[in-house]
């Protein structure tokens, strides 16, 4: 791997770290409300990290950041994602991805998980990665005001790649 990417992957590691220990983020008061918040993608960071420098292969990472706003522009909370390559078919290309996030709050976070079983592109930075398309994304935990939580996120992609993230939570 090269050094410009492990330092991106530990950049990112160190991020996630950081933000999980003090829980920022930023909003308030929002704990297990059906919550709607929007992503354009001058708000969008993407990166891939190929660990053997060989192409898309099982293990490799697509990385991620965006910021969600409320339908005012008001910055709510950031939201980082792992995008990892499962297994690929014979010409190399991923076929199986999962993908774990965390919505990062003033108040806790929220963790949720897809699976993917289309063919991706996970190595174009460009592209919306299709997971984000998948039938709604399971609420598998939170902490802080969202400990316990479960539930689903539907993302629905709209136009000049803005992204609805509709939080539909059941906190215990």
Known sequence: MSIARSAACLTFSVTVGI?????????????????????????????????????PSIGDRRIGHRRLVDKD???????????????????????????EAV????????????????????????TMHSNAQRPPQAIIGGTGAYAGATGTLEVIRGKDNQMTFVFALDCQ
């Open 19 to 55: 933000a999980l220990a003090t829980e920022t983020g930023l909003a308030q008061g929002r704990a297990c409300d059906e919550l709607t918040l929007v992503s354009m993608n001058d708000h969008r960071e993407v990166h891939f990290v190929d660990f053997d420098n060989d192409g």
């Open 73 to 99: 522009g008001n910055v709510i909370a950031d939201r980082v994602w792992t995008v990892t390559v499962q297994e690929v078919d014979d010409a190399g290309e991923p076929t199986v991805t999962a993908s």
């Open 103 to 126: 919505t990062l709050f003033e108040d806790g976070n929220i963790f949720t998980r897809v699976d993917n079983r289309d063919p991706v592109n996970v190595d174009d930075l460009t």
